[in-house]
């Protein structure tokens, strides 16, 4: 099994310009999360979802959207990203009954 | 909503010393506690968890503690080594928020050879 996965590992933007961040589990978990990481900070949730079809917002969801068309995976686009954005994004799905969290490898953006 | 406060926010040790890193959570109805290991460049993993029916739990080098009535719980490491040096993560959920985690902001933990 690969985990999680999320792709890119690493990208570059300018300010407004769009991409989406692609995140894919193969361990049939039906919650996935979108999290973003900067020094001091901590580990901040964005969007997450509990199943197929459904999306909830988490503590700092503004300039992001999410979508869950298939339950592996978990897209996150940035509309038109600004400098704030700059940050590591991590993905996690988690097991329900054991309630642990699997976290993929991160991407790391830089918004210029 | 959960709030977790972790400190400290740094810790360094000489290897072979013990490290404690302590959590306090705010909502009573939490009943879960993963501890999370963050290396360099990766994502975090999980290391160690604790649910609210027990007090300790211990893995090797590594134990939580939990206390309940005090809402605080702790991750003990024991003869660290260089490779233990990572960012850890507390975090709590419950059953009400459909176990969905609220982390500590993390602890820095650097071991000196």
């Known amino acids: 099994n690969a985990g999680v996965t999320q792709t890119p590992k690493f990208r570059v933007l300018k300010t407004g310009q769009s991409m989406t961040l692609l995140c894919a589990q193969d361990m049939n978990h039906e919650y996935m999360y979108w999290y973003r990481q900067d020094p001091g900070m901590g580990l901040r949730l964005i969007h997450y979802s509990v199943g197929e079809g459904t999306t909830a917002k988490g503590e700092v969801p503004d300039g992001y959207n999410v979508s869950r068309l298939k339950k592996q995976n978990f897209l996150l686009g940035l509309e038109s990203a600004a400098p704030s954005q700059t940050s590591v994004y991590f993905c996690a799905s988690q097991d329900e009954g054991k309630k642990t969290q699997y976290f993929g490898p991160g991407t790391r953006l830089l918004v210029l | 909503g959960e709030n977790v406060e972790q400190h400290p926010s740094t810790l360094s040790v000489q290897e072979g010393d013990s490290a404690v890193i302590k959590c306090t959570y705010s909502d009573s109805a939490s009943n879960y506690f993963p501890w999370y290991k963050q290396e360099l460049g990766k994502g975090p993993q999980l290391i160690i968890d604790?649910?609210?029916?027990?007090g300790e739990k211990k893995d090797q080098r590594i134990a939580v503690t939990l206390n309940k009535t005090a809402k605080h719980f702790s991750l003990h490491i024991t003869e660290t080594q260089p490779e233990d040096s990572a960012v850890y993560f507390c975090?709590?959920?419950?059953?009400?928020?459909?176990?969905?985690?609220?982390f500590g902001r993390g602890t820095s933990l650097i071991v000196h050879p």
């Open positions: 604790i649910r609210s029916n027990v």
């Open positions: 975090a709590a959920s419950h059953p009400g928020g459909s176990y969905i985690p609220t």
